[in-house]
């Protein structure tokens, strides 16, 4: 089984991106999700954006990644 942690991108460079995952900042490839914008969340996987996804979405699955950790 895979798991794809979403994030927001912060900034983008060409088809890199750097995006904040709980506060903790990672670059990783936008080449799977062009269309992605700043501010737009992303689900990464493996250094790779694979999709954009709804901000409300990405915030109840990081605060379910939260709540699982406790």
Do not use: N, W
């Not at 700043?38 to 939260?66: C, K, M, N, P, W």
């Amino acid at each position: 089984m895979c798991l794809a942690i979403p994030a927001q991108v912060k900034s983008i460079e060409g088809v890199e991106a750097d995006v904040e995952i709980g506060g903790v900042g990672r670059r990783v490839s936008l080449m799977l999700t062009p269309e992605a914008a700043v501010g737009d969340f992303v689900l990464i996987h493996t250094g790779y954006a694979i999709s954009v996804i709804d901000e409300q979405d990405a915030r109840e699955t990081l605060r379910l990644l939260e709540e699982i950790s406790q």
